[in-house]
């Protein structure tokens, strides 16, 4: 009996097993099928891209929010609280990591599980480390696709987490309705080496650890970001960045989080950013899916690979532009 159960857990599903599984919210369903969606194998490609499809109806409903900063700062604690919070107003919350180092350091994923202790215990919560891949565009892509599972497995809410170190939430923000930035509070230089364009894609500034003696510093860094932010243009949501403090240590200025959430929510909503802005989230992931397919055909064929490695050499050793380069590689694939 026990065999048999461990037999079934390896067992591959079969594509309406994964649908239907997925669909009725089992778990164990749900991370098997975003196992098959990161896969690089082109024959599990083949069925993740059916699953998605059939499932695709059931996605949509859920609120994405995007949440990055830099090491540190404190995102995961912050998520541990925040999803706690989420939870206890009946939310069910999926959190998925898009970790571009995870590649190298084999990503916080340790960390993470104790610093996340109770969510990841927590039956409304879902917790899904980083996808590895060998591009950040290829992992972007394979987390976007496992948060359309979570949708259809019901969950309404969806975290997706990334490192802020300039990489990364560009992608994130392609694929979230809400976009929080976590900051610290006089860490030295004013912007801690966040970039500017990182500032201006946020809808909200977060200081964190605003408990004990940083309070006070806390407040300052309000005011200063809140100026800062005067100087940037009001972006095409028409809502003006808030900038608050908060304490996951002590679980405070977390429902206030929430709540500037929801008021963008509502405001995009009526101003109808909100379904426009995924309109056009929907057309980038069109330009990955196809780009994605166009360097995997390049990959398949051994002389275009071979042309294309030779291509990539000389844009890495600047001896061609990468416009040039990439013209080129057009014109070779066409002739394939
Ligand atoms: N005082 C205080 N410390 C906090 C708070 N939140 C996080 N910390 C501490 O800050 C450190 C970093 O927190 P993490 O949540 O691991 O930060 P992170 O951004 O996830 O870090 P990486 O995963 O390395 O990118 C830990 O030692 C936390 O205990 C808070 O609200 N108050
Ligand atoms: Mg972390």
Same mark, same amino acid.
Request: proline share 2%; charged share 20%.
């Given at each position: ?49 059916? !699953? ?10 859920? !609120? ?15 998520? @541990? ?139 300052? +860094? ?32 977390? +429902? @206030? ?68 380069? +990439? $013209?080129?590689?057009? $014109? ?5």
């Amino acid at each position: 009996m026990h065999q048999t159960s461990i037999l079934n857990l390896k067992k591959r599903l079969t594509l309406p097993e994964l649908t239907s599984g997925i669909l009725a919210g089992n778990r164990v369903t749900l991370s098997k099928g975003i196992t098959l969606v990161e896969s690089i194998l082109p024959e599990d490609e083949e069925m993740a891209a059916a !699953l998605l499809e059939a499932l695709l109806p059931y996605t949509g409903q859920a !609120l994405r929010i995007g949440i990055t900063g830099v090491p540190g700062v404190g995102k995961s604690t912050f998520i @541990e609280t925040f999803g706690s919070y989420l939870t206890s107003i009946n939310k069910k919350l999926a959190v998925l990591t898009i970790d571009p180092s995870s590649q190298l350091t084999h990503g916080s994923i340790l960390g993470d599980k104790t610093r996340m202790e109770s969510l990841s215990k927590n039956p409304n919560a879902y917790i899904r480390p980083s996808a590895s891949g060998s591009t950040l565009g290829g992992i972007a892509h394979k987390t976007r696709e496992a948060a359309l599972l979570c949708e259809a497995a019901g969950f309404d809410t969806i975290i997706i987490e990334t490192v802020g170190i300039g990489q990364s939430e560009t992608a994130v923000k392609n694929m979230v309705d809400f976009f929080l930035l976590l900051m610290l509070a006089g860490a030295g230089d004013e912007l801690q080496g966040i970039k500017k364009g990182i500032m201006e894609m946020a809808d909200a500034l977060v200081i964190t650890k605003a408990d004990g003696e940083n309070k006070k510093k806390a407040a300052m +860094a309000v005011a200063d970001y809140t100026h800062a932010l005067h100087l940037f243009q009001l972006p095409a949501s028409g809502w003006t960045a808030r900038v608050m403090t908060c304490s996951a240590k002590e679980n405070e200025g977390i +429902a @206030e989080v929430w709540d500037a959430i929801q008021q963008f929510e509502t405001h995009t909503k009526l101003n109808g950013f909100f379904v426009q802005n995924r309109k056009q989230q929907n057309k980038t992931w069109l330009y990955d899916c196809f780009n994605h397919l166009l360097q995997q055909e390049v990959k398949k064929s051994q002389t275009l690979g071979a042309q294309v490695n030779e291509l990539e050499k000389k844009v890495e050793a600047g001896s061609i532009s990468a416009y040039q380069a +990439a $013209k080129e590689m057009l $014109k070779k694939f066409k002739a394939s």
